[in-house]
């Protein structure tokens, strides 16, 4: 059984794991940068040691990172997300080091981490994948070749990492030099991989992930589908389940691929299978596996009650994930928004700086994940999410009359966040209906915050010190589903 829990992480995300942590009876250590000594983690933690150096680049350093959870007795290290989550020589140098790496082995970080790598695994398991092109492009002539076989719009992308980055969409050949050249270049300095390819761009799509767990020996279970189409410039803002325009058949259909998929390369701990769906059609496409905790499992916790840090633990000491998950049902309807130090009223520029007042919702249904105190900064050295405020209710209209109750009762100053923007957004007709895609934020948005409707001009010229917002009745409660799953003997 494992007993000291290393956090080589920061942040939100290094809190949730520590909160499980202690209360599994386990002894959480952690490590922190020269701007992070005051983050509330570190309050939980049993020890907890400086890492030295560029705080920018500490948290990627392997041989500190190993020094320090070596030095404080570790058995185990949690990457969390982010950062080295989906290192394979992270993973290795772990293991090498004598401690449990809490999520996926190396290789099969390789095998599906790996955009390309991850598009071949698919094939095997007769998982539908988008049309394009299982090899990384080197050169134009290639990658013209290849964009004219598939037709354009299409879409270049970096092979060893996601958060839109190293992405470039092209429409036409005369753009495609330029748009190579900038994709790699991107790649290359967000991964240290200039490696990309070149698939199908499929203009009006909804992005649909399904949380996986494996337990190393073949067995793998789907736990539902999380709906992430409400995005800017490629990265999430909104993700709800269930995914409301998504056929139920479809969506069982898809966790059935998914766990098969997990359970063809026998993985082990939590992941999830990113897959597009055309929108208003009933195909779906896989485009990748991200071989880590995602931002968004809370989601997928307050729908089947399931704590996935659990899972991982359990599945990285050999137990297995829980008899718990094996038979887990989604109920009701969860929607988690990413409130983010960025101006969304200019472009979404970021905003750094002390936080001077914090103050989170609370209520029934209502979740809040964030590492935001008074006295504390948002730092430029990191990524720029403050908290996710999530809501839950027996049906979708209670859930969002929730979480825009919860969201215009954060506040958050001086710093500017994508908190009253984002109520503002859920309360309209785009979200509401249900049917939104992964374009439908920028189009509903003016560019860079010019023309925007009369009500969202006035949130961007005065930001109110409080909001007040409404919760509906309770209504009937939708059924239970059940979920996906895939055992080595099928």
């Not at 330029?178 to 991964?191: C, G, P, V």
């Not at 430029?380 to 919860?406: F, N, Q």
Request: proline content about 6%; charged content about 20%; overall charge negative.
């Amino acid at each position: 059984m494992l007993q000291r829990i290393f956090i080589a992480n920061r942040g939100e995300i290094a809190l949730r794991i520590a909160r499980t942590v202690r209360r599994l009876g386990l002894q959480a250590l952690g490590g922190f940068s020269s701007v992070d000594g005051g983050l509330p983690h570190l309050r939980l933690c049993a020890r907890a040691m400086p890492l030295l150096g560029d705080p920018a680049r500490v948290y990627l350093d392997i041989d500190q990172l190993i020094d320090t959870a070596r030095s404080l007795g570790a058995d185990a290290v949690h990457p969390g997300y982010g950062f080295l989550a989906e290192n394979e020589d992270f993973a290795s140098a772990v293991e090498s080091a004598g401690m449990a790496f809490i999520g996926p082995t190396p290789d099969q970080i390789v095998a599906l981490g790996d955009k390309v790598q991850a598009r071949k695994a698919a094939e095997r398991a007769g998982v539908p994948i988008v049309p394009g092109h299982s090899e990384t492009i080197a050169d134009v002539k290639t990658a013209q070749d290849i964009a004219a076989r598939i037709g354009y719009p299409v879409l270049i992308k970096a092979a060893g990492g996601g958060g839109g980055r190293g992405m470039r969409i092209v429409d036409a050949a005369e753009n495609l030099p330029d748009a190579l050249a900038r994709a790699q270049s991107e790649a290359k300095a967000s991964f240290n991989d200039d490696r990309v390819f070149i698939e199908k761009y499929i203009a009006r799509a909804r992005h649909v992930e399904i949380q996986v767990l494996g337990d190393g020996r073949g067995n793998a279970v789907s736990l539902g589908e999380r709906e992430c189409s409400v995005q800017r410039r490629h990265q999430k803002l909104i993700e709800e389940s269930p995914a409301p325009a998504v056929p139920p058949e479809v969506a069982t259909r898809m966790g059935v691929l998914a766990a098969a998929l997990a359970a063809s390369v026998k993985y082990r701990g939590a992941g999830t299978m990113e897959f597009i769906v055309p929108f208003g059609g009933t195909d779906f496409y896989f485009i990748e596996m991200n071989t880590r905790l995602q931002v968004e499992h809370p989601v997928t916790e307050l729908m089947t009650g399931l704590d996935l840090v659990e899972e991982q633990l359990a599945i990285a000491s050999g137990a297995g994930f829980s008899k718990a998950a094996a038979s887990a049902k989604i109920s009701g309807h969860a929607i988690e928004a990413r409130v983010i130090a960025e101006n969304p009223y200019a472009g979404f520029q970021p905003s750094i700086g002390a936080l001077n007042v914090v103050q989170f919702p609370a209520g029934p249904g209502i979740r809040v994940d964030s590492w935001a105190e008074p006295g504390l900064a948002v730092s430029p050295h990191y990524d720029s999410l403050l908290a996710k405020i999530l809501a839950w209710g027996p049906t979708r209209e209670v859930a969002i009359a929730r979480l825009r109750g919860a969201l215009n009762e954060t506040l958050i100053h001086p710093v500017q966040t994508t908190a009253g923007f984002l109520a503002e957004f859920i309360s309209g007709a785009d979200f509401s209906s249900g049917h939104y895609d992964t374009g439908t934020i920028e189009r509903w948005r003016a560019p860079d915050g010019e023309n925007l409707p009369a009500e969202l001009a006035a949130l961007a010229e005065a930001e109110k010190l409080s909001r007040q917002g409404s919760t509906s009745g309770a209504l009937p409660r939708q059924r239970a589903r059940p979920m996906g799953r895939w055992q080595q003997s099928n």
